[in-house]
Nanobody, 124 residues
Framework: QVRLVETGGGLVQPGGSLTLSCAAS????????IAWFRQIPGKEREGVAV????????YYGDSVKGRFPISKDNAENIVNLQMNDLKPNAPAVYYC?????????????????WGQGTQVTVST
């Protein structure tokens, strides 16, 4: 059974940085594709970043391009999201999701496995 555990959330000032980690376990021998999504209260969940298990290609949401690099530690089965130059916003819950598609995608129905989420607040 796939298990995803997100860590690293917290309170950070605008312009600051924070790194989220997603520890994955229980998946098959295939290299999975892992994505980060976020949800702000009152808004739809949006794709933030995704890294392909097939070739390591990455894809980013328009609002975070150039600021939130995603990376994967294959040895530890951990995917990190380095969040830089954070913008003030209502508290957002960041989720990681895992599946075995060949190409990176933000289509939520494609992901069968989700973590519980970690909250990030950007505020003074």
């Amino acid at each position: 059974q796939v298990r995803l555990v997100e860590t690293g959330g917290g309170l950070v000032q605008p312009g600051g940085s924070l790194t989220l980690s997603c520890a994955a376990s229980g998946f098959t021998s295939k290299s999975p594709t892992i994505a980060w999504f976020r949800q702000i209260p009152g808004k739809e969940r949006e794709g933030v970043a995704v890294i392909s298990g097939t070739d390591g290609s990455t894809y980013y949401g328009d609002s975070v391009k150039g600021r939130f690099p995603i990376s994967k530690d294959n040895a530890e089965n951990i995917v990190n999201l380095q969040m830089n130059d954070l913008k003030p916003n209502a508290p957002a819950v960041y989720y990681c999701a895992l599946d075995y598609m060949a190409y990176p995608s933000f289509l939520e129905p494609l992901y069968d496995n989700w973590g519980q989420g970690t909250q990030v607040t950007v505020s003074t």
